[in-house]
T-cell receptor, first 117, second 115 residues
Framework: EAGVAQSPRYKIIEKRQSVAFWCNPI?????LYWYQQILGQGPKLLIQ????????DSQLPKDRFSAERLKGVDSTLKIQPAKLEDSAVYLC???????????????FGPGTRLTVL | AQSVTQLDSQVPVFEEAPVELRCNYS??????LFWYVQYPNQGLQLLLK??????LVKGINGFEAEFNKSQTSFHLRKPSVHISDTAEYFC?????????????FGTGTKLQVIP
């Protein structure tokens, strides 16, 4: 079974530039998560989709970050414009059901390491 | 609101020695508890999870964790570590909400196994 795919693996940009990350979850997984992991910290949830609807984006800086999940399958996360403090690893994860039972295992992609200069 | 505390940011331990990584949580409702491991330059993967039943949970690679409701803890243990266990370990709590689950991760503990 193929895992969660992410691209690119690494990205270096200058501040005020735009960047986009792509994620393809495990086939059949209803829930998709985007996390930001700053060096030395745990993953912080940015946005959570259930199928193609957003269920939690309370920690997404909406003035510069946006995300969409096309047809309930793959997803893109965009930053426009980027700031120095956006330097982090962006992790995508998916889970099978996500109905709110709270028991789902999340399967993570390898992440995209973003450096903002 | 739920939260997770991992008190130790780094834990050095000699190979074949036992190790315990500590995790405490707070929540106003019943939660589910997870431990994930992150090897260098990789995503996180599940080690084990507590959903219900026996408070001692066994996971992959010889790890186990014990859920202690009165102390709101979910410490991870391994009786004898190997070099390959060098990684960062994250404790997470999942709270079932209306229609979805809310997951909060701790700040992680780096386990360094010394030959």
């Amino acid at each position: 079974e193929a895992g969660v795919a992410q691209s690119p693996r690494y990205k270096i940009i200058e501040k005020r530039q735009s960047v986009a990350f792509w994620c393809n979850p495990i086939s059949g997984h209803a829930t998709l998560y985007w996390y930001q992991q700053i060096l030395g910290q745990g993953p912080k949830l940015l946005i959570q989709f259930q199928n193609n609807g957003v269920v939690d984006d309370s920690q997404l800086p909406k003035d510069r970050f946006s995300a969409e999940r096309l047809k309930g399958v793959d997803s893109t996360l965009k930053i426009q414009p980027a700031k120095l403090e956006d330097s982090a690893v962006y992790l995508c994860a998916s889970s099978l059901v996500g109905t709110g039972a709270g028991t789902d295992t999340q399967y993570f992609g390898p992440g995209t390491r973003l450096t903002v200069l | 609101a739920q939260s997770v505390t991992q008190l130790d940011s780094q834990v050095p331990v000699f190979e074949e020695a036992p190790v315990e990584l500590r995790c405490n949580y707070s929540s106003s409702v019943s939660v589910y508890l997870f431990w994930y491991v992150q090897y260098p330059n990789q995503g996180l993967q599940l080690l084990l999870k507590y959903l219900s039943g026996s408070t001692l949970v066994k996971g992959i690679n010889g790890f186990e964790a014990e859920f202690n409701k009165s102390q709101t803890s979910f410490h991870l243990r391994k009786p004898s570590v190997h070099i390959s266990d060098t990684a960062e370990y994250f404790c997470a709590v999942s709270e079932p909400l209306k229609g979805y689950q809310k997951v909060t991760f701790g700040t992680g503990t780096k386990l360094q196994v010394i030959p």
